[in-house]
Nanobody, 118 residues
Framework: QVQLVESGGGLVQAGGSLRLSCAAS????????MGWYRQAPGKQRELVAA???????DYADSVKGRFTISRDNAKNTVYLQMNSLKPEDTAVYYC????????????WGKGTLVTVSS
């Protein structure tokens, strides 16, 4: 069984910063892509950023230049540094990973709430 546990969410004023972390644990052989998604109230879940095991990353247009995704492969952990936060960034942020156990499977964390006040 594989678990993804997020941390680092909270309340911050507009213009502030937060750093999210997501640690994967369990019977992991390897992890391919790791990413962050978010879901705001009344909206669909959307991709925020993703990063491969080799370090290639991609971002949603709405967060480019403000958010940075990184990962520590030795710790099976992915991070999301969020700067210049805006009220529209308010959402539950979910960690996602493609994990190879016996085969490649997709796993999700339970989410961490980020609230940006104006």
């Amino acid at each position: 069984q594989v678990q993804l546990v997020e941390s680092g969410g909270g309340l911050v004023q507009a213009g502030g910063s937060l750093r999210l972390s997501c640690a994967a644990s369990g019977s992991i052989f390897s992890i391919n892509v790791m990413g962050w998604y978010r879901q705001a109230p009344g909206k669909q879940r959307e991709l925020v950023a993703a990063i491969t095991s080799g370090g290639w990353s991609d971002y949603a247009d709405s967060v480019k230049g403000r958010f940075t995704i990184s990962r520590d492969n030795a710790k099976n952990t992915v991070y999301l540094q969020m700067n210049s936060l805006k009220p529209e960034d308010t959402a539950v942020y979910y960690c996602n990973a493609g994990v190879v156990v016996a085969s490649l499977m997709e796993y999700w964390g339970k989410g961490t709430l980020v609230t940006v006040s104006s």
